[in-house]
């Protein structure tokens, strides 16, 4: 007797799952090169339609135009064509082949890029300037600076710092300050405080974004105040008796009115020459 076995044979078809969508990246309503921190808009268009949930997204290249680590600049909730807008990070570096994609979320799509290159320009500053290279604690002078590409954003402030002086920002004094987002100078003062020193340098601190300028590169002198020993005529006096006593000031730094105004002091010692607890014998106020 015959028997039939009917054998089942099962084929597995594996289907690749494929979407109709499509996104193409367009033109930019403004026109590069772009600054760090600029902002503009982005358009792009659709074939077929994205799911209610979909958000576009905006995505930056690296330098070089290469999606594999991008940014993000941008996103919008629609299932349509339209417009991104998109700001590039005002921390983003140079460069001159930069290209912008969107990609959708639902379903999950990459676009074409935009298709050209285009340059990003950076917010920094270049090396500040003055012309003094010895100064008097006091001293007030110009210090100038420019910028390598772009202007600062909106409401920038560029505030002086000083180093020790051995040319370290390591604990900078704090000069004067301008608010502005352009190229310029701000008018310094060296406090009256600063220590005499050889090797002082001065830099410009930015805030927004926050940005620090090279040192001025050369070494500024910081003279000291000092008195020379005073001089009159005589070598002995009657209890009472008047006399002129002459003074100069050591590395022509005249001493400051501010914070409060000076006053030189002539002072007597003991019988013994101690000024251990002098005497005051007649002052004047003045700054030289």
């Given at each position: 007797?015959?028997?039939?076995?009917?054998?089942?044979?099962?084929i597995?078809i594996s289907?690749i799952?494929?979407?109709?969508?499509?996104?193409?990246?367009?033109s930019?309503?403004?026109?590069?090169?772009?600054?760090?921190?600029?902002?503009?808009?982005?358009l792009y268009s659709?074939?077929?339609?994205?799911?209610?949930d979909?958000?576009?997204?905006?995505?930056?290249s690296?330098?070089?135009?290469?999606?594999?680590?991008?940014?993000t600049?941008?996103?919008?909730a629609?299932?349509f064509?339209?417009?991104?807008t998109?700001?590039?990070?005002?921390?983003?570096?140079?460069?001159?082949?930069?290209r912008i994609?969107?990609?959708?979320?639902?379903?999950s799509?990459?676009?074409?890029?935009?298709?050209?290159d285009f340059?990003?320009?950076?917010?920094?500053?270049?090396?500040?300037?003055?012309?003094?290279?010895?100064?008097?604690p006091?001293?007030?002078?110009?210090?100038?600076?420019?910028?390598?590409?772009c202007?600062?954003?909106s409401?920038?402030?560029?505030?002086a710092?000083l180093?020790?002086?051995?040319?370290?920002?390591a604990?900078?004094?704090t000069?004067?300050s301008?608010?502005t987002?352009?190229?310029?100078s701000?008018?310094?003062?060296?406090?009256?405080?600063?220590?005499?020193?050889t090797?002082y340098?001065?830099?410009?601190?930015?805030?927004?974004?926050?940005?620090?300028?090279?040192?001025?590169g050369t070494?500024?002198?910081?003279?000291?105040?000092?008195i020379?020993?005073?001089t009159?005529?005589?070598?002995?006096?009657?209890?009472g008796?008047?006399l002129?006593?002459?003074?100069?000031?050591q590395?022509?730094?005249?001493?400051?009115?501010?914070?409060?105004d000076?006053?030189?002091?002539?002072?007597?010692?003991?019988?013994?020459?101690?000024?251990?607890?002098?005497?005051n014998?007649?002052?004047?106020s003045?700054?030289?």
């Amino acid at each position: 007797m015959l028997r039939y076995v009917l054998v089942g044979l099962a084929i597995c078809i594996s289907t690749i799952k494929s979407f109709s969508q499509t996104i193409t990246t367009g033109s930019f309503d403004s026109s590069p090169p772009f600054c760090s921190g600029a902002s503009f808009n982005v358009l792009y268009s659709i074939t077929e339609t994205f799911a209610a949930d979909n958000i576009f997204t905006a995505q930056l290249s690296d330098p070089n135009g290469s999606f594999a680590s991008p940014v993000t600049i941008g996103s919008a909730a629609s299932t349509f064509a339209g417009q991104i807008t998109v700001s590039i990070p005002a921390s983003q570096s140079a460069g001159v082949s930069y290209r912008i994609r969107v990609v959708g979320s639902s379903p999950s799509i990459s676009g074409a890029d935009n298709g050209t290159d285009f340059t990003i320009k950076v917010i920094d500053l270049n090396t500040p300037t003055f012309t003094e290279a010895i100064v008097c604690p006091g001293a007030s002078f110009s210090l100038s600076y420019t910028l390598v590409d772009c202007d600062f954003l909106s409401g920038n402030v560029f505030t002086a710092q000083l180093s020790n002086a051995s040319g370290s920002f390591a604990s900078p004094t704090t000069l004067q300050s301008t608010t502005t987002n352009g190229a310029g100078s701000v008018n310094i003062t060296i406090p009256t405080s600063t220590p005499a020193g050889t090797g002082y340098r001065i830099r410009l601190v930015a805030s927004n974004p926050v940005r620090t300028s090279p040192d001025n590169g050369t070494n500024l002198k910081v003279n000291a105040y000092g008195i020379d020993a005073p001089t009159f005529i005589g070598t002995s006096f009657c209890q009472g008796e008047s006399l002129t006593i002459s003074y100069t000031i050591q590395n022509g730094c005249g001493f400051p009115f501010l914070p409060s105004d000076n006053v030189f002091t002539a002072q007597l010692s003991n019988a013994s020459g101690s000024f251990a607890s002098p005497i005051n014998i007649g002052s004047v106020s003045s700054t030289n």
